[in-house]
């Protein structure tokens, strides 16, 4: 079974950093575009950043260049670096990948998430 496991996460300043990583574990051929969201409680879920397996990232609109994301292909992991954070980037932030695995002979893909990890940002 794929899994994706945040870590990271937690209590920091205005104006601090924190460095979001997620892994993907299981039983899978290859890893696709992968991503990372943030949600407030009652709200949808909202992008933040994706890269490709290539390197090409896309960023929303909420970042203005304070997040960077990256990944590590040969350890399947991907990692969101965030920089003068603010109160309001205070959310739960979600990994996602696009995954493909054989199943019974046949290759198939699926689009996972991981279970979340809270940041928070006191001012």
């Known amino acids: 079974q794929v899994q994706l496991v945040e870590s990271g996460g937690g209590l920091v300043q205005t104006g601090g950093s924190l460095r979001l990583s997620c892994a993907a574990s299981?039983?899978?051929?290859?890893?696709?575009?992968m991503g990372w969201y943030r949600q407030a409680p009652g709200e949808q879920r909202d992008l933040i950043a994706t890269i490709t397996y290539t390197g090409y990232t896309t960023y929303g609109k909420s970042v203005n260049g304070r997040f960077t994301i990256s990944r590590d292909n040969a350890k399947n992991m991907v990692y969101l670096q965030m920089n003068s954070l603010k109160p309001e980037d205070t959310d739960v932030y979600y990994c996602?990948?696009?995954?493909?695995?054989?199943?019974?002979?046949?290759?198939?893909?699926?689009?996972?998430w991981g279970q979340g990890t809270q940041v928070t940002v006191s001012s």
């Open positions: 996602n990948a696009d995954i493909y695995y054989r199943d019974r002979g046949r290759d198939l893909s699926g689009n996972y």
């Open positions: 299981g039983a899978y051929t290859s890893i696709s575009t």
